[in-house]
């Protein structure tokens, strides 16, 4: 909203400075920081009132959760969501096509997990909304975001799959590139989803894939760095890093609060919105696959949960403690923060693996 500022650059110079992306992601990142502080401790009060037994523990879970966390209230991932949404608006240009999708792909997944949460608060029970119902709304979201993008990206990309590392090489999906762009944002939503076990565990991993893919989005929607990179240009998408910033900054007010020992969850309403919205961004700037990379971590959590349920049918047997796996390291005799701060510096490197594809050829 702030861009169009810029109609009175002639006036007053320094409205100049709204033209340009790292200005206004810097803004989006400060707003966003700021809405969390001012609104996190109220929410929170809030949240401890309508939920007087706190975010349900489930019972097959690690002992001592069932100790440590009860009565921690959870939908915490309302005031992330809030921050996001009102530092995007504020900064980001309202005619941007991307941002629009990514924005709408969260508040879709947001709204699933706050079902999903609000379920489980008001029946006391850990099941929530069932998965298949989940899981069928978040295809619809997904498919809807895979469509947007097939029609706003340059005829060149649309329908195809761009590798890292082999640069010139465009696979065409066609059609089939809208279930791939579905299953990239539903598999990304649950994979954060399953992470989301420990305090603190999935906002900083989120945050650092984010700030990842903001600075490719940014590279992308560049015509000179994707002439120096040798990447696709996909225009418009420098956009998205507006949206990144605010997610930061969000996150970053989030992670005050939930900080072992957590004083509120993120909830699904938070942990399905921002996998969500990891997804979206990676479908809007062609970098699915690197997504994968960043976000290796969240593919690990939720590889190590398929295993562990597969090889159990099969045998009767399991191949971790518990799963997923933060949870096995828990029972191996890890304590929380050591999971939590060793699950981060994985994070980092993966991240700047990530970042490393943008030149390697």
Do not use: C
């Not at 792909?105 to 119902?133: C, M, Y």
């Not at 990891?278 to 690197?290: N, P, R, S």
């Not at 939590?340 to 943008?358: K, M, N, Q």
Request: no cysteine.
């Amino acid at each position: 909203m702030l861009y169009w500022l810029t109609d009175y650059s002639d006036v007053w110079g320094w409205l100049n400075l709204f033209r340009y992306i790292t200005f206004r992601a810097g803004g989006a990142f400060f707003t966003a920081l700021i809405f969390g502080f001012l609104f996190g401790q109220p929410l929170i009060d809030l949240l401890k009132r309508r939920q007087s037994n706190g975010q349900p523990i489930r019972t097959d879970g690690p002992e001592s959760h069932i100790l440590e966390k009860a009565g921690t209230p959870t939908m915490g991932g309302v005031l992330i969501l809030g921050a996001v949404l009102v530092a995007t608006l504020l900064w980001a240009r309202w005619d941007n096509p991307y941002v629009w999708m990514v924005v709408l792909v969260t508040l879709g997944f947001g709204l699933i997990g706050f079902a999903d949460d609000f379920a489980k608060v008001s029946q006391n029970n850990a099941k929530g909304v069932p998965g298949r119902v989940r899981l069928a709304l978040g295809v619809v979201i997904a498919l809807g975001a895979g469509w947007w993008v097939q029609i706003h990206h340059p005829e060149a990309l649309a329908g195809q799959l761009a590798l890292p590392v082999f640069k010139d090489t465009l696979l065409n999906l066609g059609w089939f590139y809208l279930p791939f762009a579905a299953l990239v944002i539903v598999g990304a939503a649950n994979s954060v989803n399953m992470t989301d076990g420990l305090d603190g565990l999935a906002i900083m991993p989120v945050m650092i894939a984010a700030g990842t893919l903001g600075a490719i989005a940014y590279a992308v929607g560049r015509v000179d760095f994707t002439e120096y990179l040798g990447l696709h240009y996909v225009p418009g998408t420098g956009e998205v890093l507006i949206f990144t910033a605010g997610l930061i900054g969000g996150g970053l007010g989030f992670l005050w609060y939930n900080a072992p020992p957590a004083a509120v969850f993120m909830g699904d309403t938070g942990s399905l919105a921002l996998g969500g919205a990891l997804g979206a961004i990676a479908v809007a700037i062609k970098h699915e696959i690197v997504l994968a990379i960043v976000g290796g971590l969240f593919v690990v959590e939720t590889l190590s949960v398929i295993i562990q349920v597969l090889y159990y049918k099969r045998t009767g047997k399991r191949v971790f403690l518990m799963a997923p796996i933060h949870h096995h390291f828990e029972k191996r005799g890890w304590s929380e923060p050591q999971i939590v701060i060793r699950f981060w510096i994985i994070s980092l490197v993966l991240a700047l693996v990530g970042l490393a594809t943008l030149k390697i050829r």
